[in-house]
């Protein structure tokens, strides 16, 4: 029954969990950050030693790689960073040590090696000011795979792949007519038996002496490669069709194949191939649960491990492999097959001592190790196996795997083996940061190894130094452009820390080396029976990235191979008890035993209450006898992730909506006033504690003092510790981050308690929305598909109010004609836009700002124009005239405003870093307080998403018997088909728990019932069905039938409605189109489409088509004229043509057809080009051409004859008559009837090269 619980230390919540939970979750960023540090710790020093010695052509000089520090004290703070665009880093330097074989001089020196980003104490990188988070990926493991497929007759074939992390893939098949083939590198496939006798066994007899007389093998030596008979012609045979067109020798085909697969430099497995390989083609796995066809004894004590017809079991097969057994013959109904391993053992089980004393983790190469202790004395044998670490595990393939993988193609037919499914999480495997950094220094390092090389050949061996061989740039351009633009690398998801924490626990199966969006199929994206307690299965994108893109579950770990482990408590095998014994499992171990769910009854002792228990086997769900149950889930709540263990009643939702729900939740808005759910699953505090921010404590104490910004703790020794809390800083999606102090002087903290809350957190918890009183009903049709119907109150009180906070940039550049300036003294600007600025011309803090407001005064200068007579006349009288300067502030941009909160300037003169050619620059953040209004999007967590249709006021909301208004509306048929009931239970619960003043923690799979839900509201003295009655708040009669009302946590999401509004009426044009651009960024038009066209073609609106389709979109003259004729009141001319249509003219043009354009009454219209027609020709070009003068010159004024754009007149539209005898080359026409004399200077259109978009 119901419970108390606390949630950190400052909130209680009512539980109605019925299972205790035995293990705390683990850090859910643990992820991110024991990936960097094991890269810093081992997997740098690892490629270092790859790449280290580095040897010149004639192998005297000898360069080695020994060491390296990172520097723990970077050179900025990660504030810093952030204010002034830099990167988080710290200086790397290698101790590199240089031989010179001929003189045996050594010369040792510490290189830097550039600066390495750091990650932050919350998982994340700054680069260049950016919080970026780097998202694991999801890639096929390195291993030996085999698929088996039905030919048309029916026949069984197989097949298998050997995949190496990198280097050539060895690819077998059989066929129908039972050939065994191989194909290396997907070059042409070649009998199996060829690469066997390349390998050294060149004989037939050498081939079924090493793999038994299988019909397969038989025939394939018979049919196949009836013309290759020794090593030589296997050789040459696997040259010519590797490299085709160059002549065959026996040496090249051996440096060939030694290349492709003997070369750690070129054929790499990593740790994690060199144990997939080890699993799959060692004898234990394949042998375990058949019938040996011989007795098999150990080689060394003659030990008998199983007697001939004797079944082996795994524990015997494990002994057999480890005693170095590689052969075994199996009796698979009358056939006798016969296996044949890797020849990879324990070597714990030959040797005195542990060999991880001398680094060796893995299985070890048998042969290799019998031959390393043969050579010398027993004493020396720890020190021999440690030198000799890298050949007992080979990074490479070596001849016994090859061998050992047509072994098990073969032993497939006979069922000695299986067929693996690569869409098994024991198959996939996680690259984190540290092996993708990795990757990216390798490539570095390999480039570096050429340039070392090539300036070992050049400089003189004797006085070279280390750092004068060494270029760094090719590792730090590597690493730069990792975090830069891979797509692994990720601007984070800062929205709220829910986000956050959901990007750092991200999986993708996209990025290099991963899949493709494009060409993924059904099976990869599906959820599979081995993503359980590791994966999520609800937590994906719905686009078209769908199931590429994953979440870790919530108590998923990873090993040191990559895989993920899910979290199982072990049930005593002996007693059948559920013990607090923790074990991790990767997927393929898990499939070996029946697990148990974690809701199953126990005993007080730990027993199981049922005589048989439900539990998972593989993909199966089955009903076995208590005494089978191996495991037992440690948490209802271990199958999902973060996001979706945050849905209270989840197990009453349809996948879809809870989808919906998890994804949605991260776009919530911080609001201005969070609050956390009345109805929680518990695991909102820890959520919070984990996403980093919150402020917790680092010190046990007593707090000292408590500020607005900062909280000081005095240690147990009396020493005081400062804590800066964030105020009013921008996120990456600008919402605001804030954070409030939660302790009061003197109260007593111990380290990692709460000290304040961040954004979007109260007490600790996460808060991503309001709870809010809500009634399902339909209300005046204002609710119809989905639409939201709220109370004024909700606007009156701040409930839905939040703060965003957007940054401007204004740089002042140097330019050819001379440096831009910051400056108040704006040409053209009255004093009344200049009210906000300083002497400097930067907006105050504080100031109001609306949309077109200057934030920084900004001139450029603008180059010298030829000067008119007049010009020059005022010149020699006046002297120097004033500076030809345009106005380029920034402004505040259309739709925006607010008050200035924040303004920063960077100038070169304060030493700060600025990119090249940018003398100073202003940064000024604008926050904004935005209400609730119509059109903004809201949600519930049940992925019940809708947008706001209408704020009415207080009293007309409906209300309850005791006067209290609805807040919320909501239509109860997005209920019933949606399936996502979890919303009902949660409004029926939160009214009880309102009433009672509790908070809930009601977690997924293992909350409230129906009847603790009816009990509760009984308790809280309501109807046990969870309805009322509510009154119409306009009439006051009662409403006809009782409504569902209780509180419901409800979200804003980041889709506002001010972010979306856009008008424009004139703005800029795309250039070969003429059409307006699109979109609000490019603060483009409505685009009118063909089938919005239809619709007025149907309708016969052809005037307002005409308008629609020229003036208002891309009939350049006409767009200009219709303009000037609204800005004068006169009447808006005839549409010209479109610009598309000259467009498709010289398109035709183009591919030489003659285009004529021809009228109504048969007579050819003239199309004239826009660049010799339209444009105003210049000065002195007009002047030399005879003028067109006009009969009526005395009445006309200067300006009409200083033509202007706004003269132009269209070819097909000038009137014949009117037309003057010579007409200007270039076709420009002043029409003598137009008196122009009224035409007010400011009317003229400015058409400036740079500022066409200038209506």
């Known amino acids: 029954m119901a419970h108390e619980v606390q949630m950190g230390k400052l909130r209680n919540r009512v539980s109605f969990s019925r299972i205790d939970e035995v293990l705390d979750m683990p850090n859910l960023i643990e992820v991110q950050k024991n990936s960097y540090r094991r890269f810093l710790e081992e997997d740098f020093r690892e490629v270092l030693s790859d790449v280290s010695p580095i040897?010149?052509?004639s192998e005297n000089l000898v360069l080695e790689f020994v060491d390296y520090v990172l520097d723990n004290n970077p050179k900025n703070s990660v504030e810093r960073c952030k204010e002034r665009d830099l990167t988080y880093a710290a200086p790397l330097k290698v101790f590199?040590?240089?031989?010179?074989?001929?003189?045996?001089?050594?010369?040792?020196?510490?290189?830097?090696?550039?600066?390495?980003?750091?990650?932050?104490?919350?998982?994340?990188?700054?680069?260049?000011?950016?919080?970026?988070?780097?998202?694991?990926?999801?890639?096929?493991?390195?291993?030996?795979?085999?698929?088996?497929?039905?030919?048309?007759a029916g026949k069984h074939l197989f097949a298998g792949q050997i995949i190496p992390n990198r280097g050539a893939w060895i690819e077998f098949e059989t066929d129908s007519n039972d050939g065994l083939w191989v194909r290396i590198d997907r070059a042409r496939k070649l009998p199996v038996t060829v690469i066997l006798r390349a390998l050294g066994y060149g004989t037939?007899?050498?081939?079924?002496?090493?793999?038994?007389?299988?019909e397969r093998l038989m025939t394939t030596i018979a049919n196949a490669d009836a013309n290759i008979k020794s090593e030589t012609d296997a050789l040459l045979e696997i040259y010519r069709r590797q490299k085709p067109g160059e002549p065959p020798t026996e040496e090249g085909a051996r440096v060939l194949l030694r290349n492709l697969f003997f070369d750690p430099k070129r054929y790499d497995l990593m740790r994690v191939g060199r144990y997939k390989y080890n699993k799959k083609l060692g004898v234990a796995d394949r042998i375990a649960g058949h019938i040996a066809a011989q007795t098999i004894s150990d080689p060394e004590t003659g030990e008998v491990f199983v007697k001939k017809d004797q079944t082996i079991t795994e524990e015997t097969a494990l002994l057999i492999q480890n005693a170095g057994v590689n052969v075994v013959m199996l009796k698979v109904g009358d056939?006798?097959?016969?296996?044949?391993?890797?020849?990879?053992?324990?070597?714990?089980?030959?040797?005195?001592?542990?060999?991880?004393?001398?680094?060796?983790?893995?299985?070890?190469?048998?042969?290799?190790?019998?031959?390393?202790?043969?050579?010398?004395?027993?004493?020396?044998?720890?020190?021999?196996?440690?030198?000799?670490?890298g050949n007992l595990v080979p990074k490479h393939i070596i001849i016994d795997d090859i061998v050992a993988s047509v072994s098990y193609l073969l032993g497939l037919p006979y069922g000695v083996g299986d067929i693996d499914d690569i869409d098994h999480l024991g198959n996939r495997r996680l690259r984190s940061v540290g092996e993708l950094l990795q990757n990216q220094v390798r490539i570095g390092m390999s480039r570096l190894e050429r340039v070392v090389r090539e300036r070992m050949a050049i400089q003189d061996a004797n006085d070279v130094k280390p750092g004068d061989l060494i270029n760094i740039r090719p590792v730090s351009a590597a690493i730069k452009e990792f975090f830069g633009s891979s797509q692994l690398?990720?601007?984070?998801?800062?929205?709220?820390?829910?986000?956050?924490?959901?990007?750092?626990?991200?999986?993708?199966?996209?990025g290099p080396g991963g899949l493709n969006r494009d060409r993924a199929g059904m099976e990869v994206r599906d959820v599979h029976y081995s993503h359980y307690a590791r994966i999520c299965p609800i937590e994906t994108p719905e686009g078209p990235n769908i199931g590429l893109i994953g979440s870790l579950a919530t108590y998923a770990r990873i090993n040191e191979y990559g895989f993920i482990e899910a979290t199982y408590r072990k049930v005593d095998p002996k007693t059948h008890r559920v013990t607090d014994e923790i074990a991790f499992m990767t997927a393929d171990e898990e499939d070996k035993y029946n697990v148990a769910q974690a809701l199953e009854p126990l005993n007080e002792d730990g027993s199981f209450e049922n005589e048989l228990v439900t539990v998972r086997w593989r993909d199966e769900v089955l009903r076995v006898p208590r005494e089978k149950v191996d495991y037992i889930d440690v948490s209802s709540k271990q199958l999902v992730s973060v996001a979706t263990s945050m849905i209270p009643f989840l197990e009453n939702d349809d996948a879809n909506r809870a989808l919906m729900g998890s994804n949605m939740q991260r776009q919530a808005v911080p609001l201005l006033i969070p609050q956390a759910p009345i109805v929680g699953t518990g695991m909102e505090y820890k959520a919070a504690y984990d996403s980093g921010v919150v402020l917790l404590s680092k010190h046990d104490g007593t707090v000292d003092s408590v500020s607005a910004d900062e909280i000081v703790i005095r240690d147990e020794l009396g020493e005081k510790h400062g804590y800066k809390l964030t105020k009013f800083a921008r996120s990456n999606?600008?919402?605001?981050?804030?954070?409030?102090?939660?302790?009061?002087?003197?109260?007593?903290?111990?380290?990692?308690?709460?000290?304040?809350?961040?954004?979007?957190?109260?007490?600790?918890?996460?808060?991503?929305?309001?709870?809010?009183?809500?009634?399902?009903?339909?209300?005046?049709?204002?609710?119809?598909?989905?639409?939201?119907?709220?109370?004024?109150?909700?606007?009156?009180?701040?409930?839905?109010?939040?703060?965003?906070?957007?940054?401007?940039?204004?740089?002042?550049?140097?330019?050819k004609l001379g440096p831009e300036e910051i400056t108040r003294d704006i040409p053209n600007v009255g004093d009344e836009a200049l009210k906000d600025l300083d002497e400097y011309g930067i907006v105050r803090i504080g100031a109001e700002v609306r949309s077109g407001d200057i934030l920084v005064g900004k001139v450029t200068p603008k180059g010298e124009t030829e000067l008119t007579a007049e010009e020059r006349l005022l010149r020699a009288i006046f002297g120097e005239k004033a500076r030809e300067v345009r106005d380029t502030s920034l402004k505040v941009p259309h739709g925006e405003s607010g008050i200035v909160v924040d303004v920063k300037l960077f100038t070169r003169e304060n030493k700060d870093e600025l990119s090249p050619g940018v003398n100073q620059m202003v940064r000024v953040y604008?926050?904004?307080?935005?209400?609730?209004?119509?059109?903004?999007?809201?949600?519930?967590?049940?992925?019940?998403?809708?947008?706001?249709?209408?704020?009415?006021?207080?009293?007309?909301?409906?209300?309850?018997?005791?006067?209290?208004?609805?807040?919320?509306?909501?239509?109860?048929?997005?209920?019933p088909s949606r399936m996502n009931l979890g919303q009902v239970l949660e409004v029926h619960l939160g009214m009880a728990a309102k009433r009672l003043g509790w908070h809930i923690a009601t977690p997924v799979f293992d909350g409230a019932n129906e009847k603790d839900i009816e009990d509760t509201l009984e308790k809280a003295g309501l109807s046990r069905d969870g309805k009322t009655i509510l009154y119409d708040g306009r009439t006051g009669e009662p409403f006809e039938n009782k409504v569902t009302v209780g509180y419901m946590y409800y979200l804003k999401l980041h889709h506002l409605v001010d972010d979306k509004m856009h008008a424009r009426s004139t703005g800029p044009y795309s250039l070969v189109t003429q059409q307006p651009l699109g979109g609000k960024a490019q603060f483009g038009g409505q685009r009118f489409g063909e089938m919005e066209v239809w619709a007025l073609e149907a309708y016969g609106a052809a005037n307002t088509l005409q308008e629609i389709l020229t003036v208002k979109s891309d009939d350049v003259v006409g767009r200009v004229k219709a303009y000037e004729a609204i800005v004068k009141g006169n009447s808006i001319p005839t549409p010209g043509i479109p610009e598309s249509f000259k467009v498709l003219i010289k398109e035709l043009q183009a591919l030489s057809l003659d285009i004529k354009v021809w009228g109504e009454n048969k007579e050819q219209i003239v199309i004239r080009e826009f660049d010799d027609d339209d444009q105003p020709m210049p000065r002195e070009h007009i002047e030399e051409e005879a003028p067109v003068i006009p009969e009526n010159i005395e009445e006309l004024s200067a300006e009409a004859l200083s033509l202007d754009l706004d003269d132009l007149a269209l070819a097909d539209e000038i009137d014949e008559d009117a037309q003057p005898a010579t007409v200007p080359q270039g076709g420009i026409i002043a029409d003598a009837e137009e008196d122009d004399s009224d035409l007010d200077d400011d009317l003229e259109l400015d058409f400036d090269d740079d500022e066409l978009e200038i209506e």
């Open 55 to 57: 040897t010149d052509y």
């Open 204 to 214: 037939d007899q050498q081939l079924i002496d090493l793999l038994g007389e299988d």
């Open 733 to 815: 999606q600008s919402t605001c981050i804030n954070q409030r102090p939660r302790v009061d002087a003197g109260d007593k903290v111990k380290a990692g308690d709460l000290l304040a809350d961040g954004p979007a957190t109260e007490l600790g918890e996460i808060a991503l929305g309001r709870n809010v009183l809500i009634g399902f009903m339909t209300w005046e049709g204002y609710n119809y598909e989905d639409a939201v119907l709220i109370s004024e109150k909700l606007v009156k009180d701040d409930v839905y109010t939040s703060i965003h906070i957007e940054e401007y940039e204004s740089e002042a550049r140097e330019t």
């Open 489 to 510: 690398s990720q601007f984070m998801d800062q929205p709220n820390p829910l986000a956050e924490l959901t990007h750092k626990r991200r999986l993708s199966a996209l």
């Open 96 to 152: 590199v040590r240089l031989k010179n074989k001929e003189t045996g001089e050594i010369k040792e020196s510490e290189v830097f090696m550039g600066d390495f980003p750091l990650m932050t104490e919350h998982g994340t990188f700054i680069i260049n000011g950016a919080e970026r988070v780097i998202v694991s990926q999801l890639v096929r493991s390195p291993g030996v795979y085999y698929s088996k497929q039905i030919d048309k």
């Open 926 to 975: 604008i926050a904004q307080k935005r209400k609730i209004s119509v059109g903004d999007k809201m949600a519930g967590r049940h992925g019940n998403k809708g947008v706001v249709s209408r704020i009415i006021p207080e009293a007309d909301m409906p209300f309850l018997p005791d006067g209290t208004p609805l807040d919320i509306v909501l239509n109860p048929l997005g209920v």
């Open 335 to 389: 056939h006798i097959h016969k296996v044949v391993g890797n020849n990879f053992a324990d070597a714990a089980s030959h040797l005195p001592f542990d060999p991880k004393e001398c680094g060796i983790l893995e299985a070890v190469h048998l042969p290799t190790l019998k031959h390393i202790l043969s050579q010398v004395p027993e004493d020396d044998w720890k020190r021999a196996v440690t030198e000799q670490a």
